[in-house]
């Protein structure tokens, strides 16, 4: 196991209704004038806003509002949110919504105090000095960002997506209410559950020798994924089943899983062009990029791959051949991804094989590589966009 520092502190509530207690947390934590930020129409139409800001009124904390966030969040609304915070003299950040409103938030928030681009930062031209404190109601178990402390956003100046992370955005308390996930339509909660097993994946996929606690942490949230995504695919009010999910879905992204051993990353930097090319959901996108990055890295740990399928799919080991060991857990993976509504080719995606040159050159891959547990350059990203259209 490698050196470490980890430092988590989020205020976690969780359970039912706790969505009424905002207000009394954004006191706690120093809010006097907040800028909910959220979606669509569904936290309005669902009645959630509401709540959320009348127990804001509650506690006498003034509040203004920013709707709009897409999935992919957009560069352009984050700068209207800047505006808007040092307009009204906002001092806080309440996301309403899934990963998409809390990294729009987290972005807004290092924009604000800032005098230059916020994408400085995500361009790797700055580092965040302060920041707005940013807090969440979660409605979606997928990105764990109510929990980490990164953020993705699209540039509309060439549509292409950048992470970036950094402790002062990592969210002072996020309020976790399974019930508000149980009215998300059945592709939605997939794609959800295929972010958090990602997340898992690239920190499982490692170089980083005897690292049993954080294997086994690893493998307990995708065996509890596994369990638990089919049964609300086919009961969608099962509320224990939402709630493992939903808590799983933080320790899969809090960094919990990956202190003390290297991490990849090149999965979801892949996907992070086929989404901002072709909108799609993060997760489906995934669920592509996946199966095929493990099949071109397979061979650089066969044990590692054959230890997964073993672990977590519940394969037989051949001893003989663990490779076939290996190639089973890969095929397993991309089945149960299969089964539960998620593409696994680029055709089922949407996306187009004579687009993987556009995809290369927004990921910027060109003198430099991507990932670690094996590094890829330009010629090894092309082949596994190529294995992902199969």
């Known amino acids: 196991m490698d050196n470490f520092t980890f430092y988590s502190p989020t205020y ?8 009424n207690e905002a207000g009394r947390y954004v006191k706690r934590f120093g809010g006097t004038k907040v800028l909910l930020h959220y979606g669509g129409g569904s936290v309005v139409r669902s009645g959630l806003l509401d709540r959320v800001k ?6 006498g904390i003034a509040h203004v ?3 709009g966030v897409k999935p ?17 003299k906002v001092d806080f950040i309440l996301a309403v919504g899934g990963g998409s409103t809390i990294d729009s938030s987290k972005a807004i928030a290092v924009g604000v105090p800032y005098e230059g681009d916020f994408w400085d930062f995500f361009a790797g031209k700055a580092e965040v000095e302060e920041a707005l404190p940013v807090a969440s109601v979660l409605t979606i178990a997928a990105a764990g960002s109510e929990g980490s402390w990164g953020a993705v956003i699209t540039n509309e100046d060439g549509m292409y997506k950048r992470p970036y992370n950094c402790e002062k955005m990592r969210p002072v308390f996020a309020i976790m209410n399974p019930e508000l996930t149980m009215t998300l339509p059945p592709y939605q909660t997939a794609s959800g559950c295929t972010d958090i097993m990602a997340h898992v994946f690239e920190r499982y996929f490692t170089n980083t020798k005897d690292v049993e606690i954080t294997d086994r942490l690893c493998e307990g949230i995708l065996k509890t994924i596994i369990k638990e995504l089919p049964k609300v ?6 509320y224990e089943a939402r709630a493992n999910i939903m808590w799983a879905g933080t320790l899969a992204h809090n960094d919990i899983c990956g202190v003390g051993r290297e991490q990849d990353w090149a999965s979801h930097n892949l996907e992070h062009e086929l989404s901002a090319l072709y909108d799609c959901a993060h997760g489906a996108g995934l669920a592509v990029m996946f199966p095929a990055w493990m099949t071109y890295v397979m061979h650089h740990d066969i044990p590692r791959f054959a230890q997964f399928a073993v ?6 080991m051949d001893y003989d051949h663990p490779e076939e ?8 993976t991309k089945a149960f991804f299969h089964s539960v509504g998620m593409p696994t080719s680029f055709a089922e995606l949407g996306a187009r ?19 670690f547990f094996m590094k890829l350059g330009p010629k090894e990203c092309e082949e596994v966009y190529r294995l992902a259209c199969r």
């Open 12 to 19: 976690f509530v969780f359970g039912r209704g706790t969505e």
């Open 54 to 59: 009348d127990s804001l009124d509650q506690e």
């Open 65 to 67: 509002e920013l709707g």
């Open 72 to 88: 992919n969040p957009r560069s352009g609304l984050v700068y209207e949110g800047i505006e808007l915070c040092r307009k009204e």
């Open 233 to 238: 695919l086919e009961d969608p009010n099962d």
């Open 311 to 316: 672990r977590v799919w519940g394969c037989e």
């Open 325 to 332: 060991t290996a190639r089973e857990g890969i095929a397993r």
């Open 353 to 371: 094989e004579e687009d993987i040159p556009k995809l290369l050159e927004t990921l910027q891959i060109e003198g430099r590589t991507e990932g």
